[in-house]
């Protein structure tokens, strides 16, 4: 899979994760826990929480964030797709993606950019620097993601 904005690695070298992920990273205006607070209360950016249920259910999910499991993201997001979510209205929305530690989110924002959510970028330290921060969470309650879509739960 390629990754739009991310340099490709020179012809015939295999690029492992760790670099895979300083270009994708080089791409995205990432946000810290504070900032994209603030955008979320100010209805600037929708937080999208990817992280599988286990951890939701052990440390919680924050009020407001779109709970969407990282296998069914990109149909859910998608604008233009049958199975987006109702928050999905166009390409122009700013997604903040997070997921534990903000590592997976990364790749997942770069993956929304390639169907063209432009603004997609992720959350820096993940749920567990939102949750250090002092931020809201609800905890005890998991969030269902809705019905799995055909093929993908």
Same mark, same amino acid.
């Given at each position: 899979?390629?990754?739009?904005?991310?340099?490709? +690695?020179?012809?015939?070298?295999?690029?492992?994760?760790? @670099?895979?992920?300083?270009?994708v990273?080089?791409?995205?205006?990432?946000? @810290?826990?504070?900032?994209?607070?603030?955008?979320?209360?100010?209805?600037? +950016?929708?937080?999208?929480?990817?992280?599988?249920? +286990?951890?939701?259910?052990?440390?919680?999910?924050?009020?407001?964030?779109?709970?969407?499991?990282?296998? @069914?993201?990109?149909?859910?997001?998608?604008?233009?797709?049958?199975?987006?979510?109702?928050?999905?209205?166009?390409?122009?929305?700013?997604?903040?993606?997070?997921?534990?530690?903000?590592?997976?989110?990364?790749?997942?924002?770069?993956?929304?950019?390639?169907?063209?959510?432009?603004?997609a970028?992720?959350?820096?330290?993940?749920?567990?620097?939102?949750?250090?921060?002092?931020?809201?969470?609800?905890?005890?309650?998991? +969030?269902?993601?809705?019905?799995?879509?055909?093929?993908?739960?």
């Amino acid at each position: 899979m390629a990754v739009t904005g991310a340099r490709p +690695a020179p012809a015939g070298r295999p690029v492992g994760i760790d @670099e895979l992920l300083e270009r994708v990273r080089a791409d995205l205006d990432r946000v @810290e826990a504070r900032a994209a607070h603030d955008a979320v209360r100010a209805g600037d +950016a929708l937080l999208v929480d990817i992280r599988y249920a +286990a951890l939701r259910e052990r440390d919680g999910l924050i009020p407001g964030a779109l709970v969407v499991e990282r296998n @069914e993201l990109e149909w859910r997001l998608d604008p233009q797709g049958s199975h987006r979510a109702p928050e999905a209205t166009g390409h122009d929305l700013r997604v903040v993606v997070v997921c534990n530690e903000g590592y997976a989110s990364s790749l997942a924002a770069a993956s929304l950019r390639q169907l063209g959510l432009h603004r997609a970028t992720d959350l820096v330290g993940g749920f567990q620097a939102w949750r250090s921060a002092g931020l809201p969470v609800d905890v005890g309650t998991a +969030a269902p993601t809705g019905a799995a879509l055909p093929g993908h739960g």
